[in-house]
């Protein structure tokens, strides 16, 4: 990509045509990417056809999983800071 200018690569989840093996976990990706994408609660779970409950479960993890990655990250950029370049 760099070779030939690309500065952006984007990633669709789109339904149909990919299969990612397990209904669960593909079902699960969904419902992240709809939150992530700040798609109402009740319209999500009204499209799975499960309860407010989980979709409010799967939402905290996204959440707590972020929170991790951004944890993560920082503490990264502290010990490059920290770190004497000489």
């Not at 939402?59 to 503490?75: G, L, M």
């Amino acid at each position: 990509m760099d070779k030939n200018g690309v500065a952006t690569a984007v990633l669709s989840l789109s339904p149909g045509g990919f299969w990612f093996g397990d209904r669960q976990a593909a079902e699960k990706s969904a419902i992240r990417l709809k939150y992530r994408q700040g798609v109402n609660v009740e319209e999500i779970a009204r499209e799975f056809r499960i309860t407010k409950g989980h979709v409010g479960q799967l939402c905290r993890e996204e959440r707590k999983r972020k929170r991790t990655q951004q944890e993560t990250a920082s503490e990264q950029t502290s010990i490059i800071l920290d770190e004497d370049p000489f």
